[in-house]
T-cell receptor, first 117, second 112 residues
């Protein structure tokens, strides 16, 4: 009963290094999301993918790229990490049931705690 | 202006108290609304959806006021285990797809 799996759980990077955060869901959901959470800021949407083959920018996309590899997987890449990207990153997925007018529950991974020094 | 705004708190209440949180949203076209709960250093989890007619789940009551664009969550008979951050979530359904926008959260601390 995995749900949404994120890797790694913790990471320390030096400024300028690159890395990819991996996310996979086994619930056959169409929509996947990447959020970052900073103290006092709540969760801010970085990128989302409404369905396989599509990605769109969220509120804070600068410095990030994403790939929706297939329906299960949605990765987040930091090409050149900066200290401002120190945060907790959450991947989430959800699905649409019936009418598109009603959203459905989003399921989250356990988060990746990233520190950029 | 943020799309979803909440009072950050913290709300410090004794066990058994009733506490209410409000949340306002800016996109009048938003169609669906939720309350999520987040425990310290954990991922958010759905607490309840918010329906137009209001809905109740045990000690929790959620209400929506579309005219004023706010959502509320009422917790009755607070328990120690209710201590957490409560996140207001709005789905503006951009382009017909789910796009969940979170408020910054309201922290609740219930003490004996």
């Amino acid at each position: 009963n995995a749900g949404v799996t994120q890797t790694p759980k913790f990471q320390v990077l030096k400024t300028g290094q690159s890395m990819t955060l991996q996310c996979a869901q086994d619930m056959n959901h169409n929509s996947m999301y990447w959020y970052r959470q900073d103290p006092g800021m709540g969760l801010r949407l970085i990128y989302y993918s409404a369905s396989e083959g599509t990605t769109d920018k969220g509120e804070v996309p600068n410095g990030y790229n994403v790939s929706r590899l297939n329906k299960r997987e949605f990765s987040l890449r930091l090409e050149s990490a900066a200290p401002s990207q120190t945060s907790v990153y959450f991947c989430a997925s959800s699905d649409q049931q019936g009418s598109v007018l009603w959203g459905t529950e989003a399921f989250f991974g356990q988060g990746t705690r990233l520190t950029v020094v | 202006r943020k799309e979803v705004e909440q009072d950050p708190g913290p709300f410090n209440v004794p066990e058994g108290a009733t506490v209410a949180f409000n949340c306002t949203y800016s996109n009048s076209a938003s169609q669906s609304f939720f309350w999520y709960r987040q425990d310290c250093r954990k991922e958010p989890k759905l607490l309840m959806s918010v329906y137009s007619s209001g809905n109740e789940d045990g000690r929790f009551t959620a209400q929506l006021n579309r005219a004023s664009q706010y959502i509320s969550l009422l917790i009755r008979d607070s328990k120690l285990s209710d201590s957490a951050t409560y996140l207001c979530v709005v789905n503006p359904l951009s382009g017909g797809y789910n796009k969940l926008i979170f408020g910054a959260g309201t922290r609740l601390a219930v003490h004996p």
